[in-house]
Antibody
Framework: EVQLVESGGGLVQPGGSLRLSCGASGFTFSDHHMDWVRQSPGKGLEWVGRIRNKANSYTTEYAASVKGRFTISRDDSKNSLYLQMNSLKIEDTAVYYC????????????WGQGTLVTVSS | DIQMTQSPSSVSASVGDRVTITCRASQGISSWLGWYQQKPGKAPKLLIYGASSLQSGVPSRFSGSGSGTDFTLTISSLLPEDFATYYCQQANSFPITFGGGTKVEIK
C-alpha cells in the first residue's frame, strides 16, 4: 500500500525557517518525481514545487511565490522527501501535502495527509 | 502562467442528479488536464488524468472530456459520497496550476 506521511509542521514566526519531511513507503520511491502542494485555510490548492528522480538529475521546479525561499530535496536511501522553508511569510500559512507524481504525466496519484504550517507572530 | 477557471464555484444537487463542472484554461493545454476530488479535512484524490482517462479505482460514473482550453467533469448520477470539492489542474507547463474549485453541495 502506498503511503506518504508528512511531518515537521508547526508554528513559526515571520522570517523564520521550518523543514518539512515526507516519508514514503509501499512503492519504489526513487523511481518517482515528487511534488509539494499547499492549501491555505479555506482556500484552494497551490502547487509549490517538484523534484524529479535520479534519472532526471534530481532537478527541481518551483512556484514563483516560493522560489528563492523554499528548497525541495530528497534522500532516496531513506525514502524521504523534504521541503526547507526559509524567510517564511504569513501568507505561507497552509497545510502542506507531499504527493507522488504519476507515471501518466504531471498529475499526483497519491497524497499524504498533510501537515499544517502556521506563520504568525 | 496558465490560469485555470472553473465554473460554477458551487452547485447544489440531489442524489441521482447529473452534474457537470467546467474548467477553462487561459491558453491551450492539449489534453494535459486532471481532475481531483477533495473532502473536508482530507487530501485530494486524483479522478481523471489526460482530460478523459479514469484513474484506477475511480467509479465509472465520473467522466472527463475536452481538449485545448475547455474541459468538463461529469458525474452521471450523484451518490452521497460524491459531495465534495472538485479541482482541475493543468499539467502542460510549469508552474502547475489548479482551478479555484467547485463545491458540490447537497440540495
Amino acid at each position: 500500500e502506498v503511503q506518504l506521511v508528512e511531518s515537521g509542521g508547526g508554528l513559526v514566526q515571520p522570517g523564520g525557517s521550518l523543514r518539512l519531511s515526507c516519508g514514503a513507503s509501499g512503492f519504489t520511491f526513487s523511481d518517482h518525481h515528487m511534488d509539494w502542494v499547499r492549501q491555505s485555510p479555506g482556500k484552494g490548492l497551490e502547487w509549490v514545487g517538484r523534484i524529479r528522480n535520479k534519472a532526471n538529475s534530481y532537478t527541481t521546479e518551483y512556484a514563483a511565490s516560493v522560489k528563492g525561499r523554499f528548497t525541495i530535496s530528497r534522500d532516496d536511501s531513506k525514502n524521504s522527501l523534504y521541503l526547507q522553508m526559509n524567510s517564511l511569510k504569513i501568507e505561507d500559512t497552509a497545510v502542506y501535502y507531499c504527493a507522488r507524481r504519476a507515471y501518466s504525466g504531471g498529475y499526483c496519484d497519491y497524497w499524504g495527509q498533510g501537515t499544517l504550517v502556521t506563520v504568525s507572530s | 502562467d496558465i490560469q485555470m477557471t472553473q465554473s460554477p464555484s458551487s452547485v447544489s444537487a440531489s442524489v441521482g442528479d447529473r452534474v457537470t463542472i467546467t474548467c477553462r484554461a487561459s491558453q491551450g493545454i492539449s489534453s494535459w488536464l486532471g481532475w481531483y476530488q477533495q473532502k473536508p479535512g482530507k487530501a485530494p484524490k486524483l479522478l481523471i488524468y489526460g482530460a478523459s482517462s479514469l484513474q484506477s479505482g475511480v467509479p465509472s460514473r465520473f467522466s472527463g472530456s475536452g481538449s485545448g482550453t475547455d474541459f468538463t467533469l461529469t458525474i452521471s448520477s450523484l451518490l452521497p459520497e460524491d459531495f465534495a470539492t472538485y479541482y482541475c489542474q493543468q499539467a502542460n507547463s510549469f508552474p502547475i496550476t489548479f482551478g479555484g474549485g467547485t463545491k458540490v453541495e447537497i440540495k
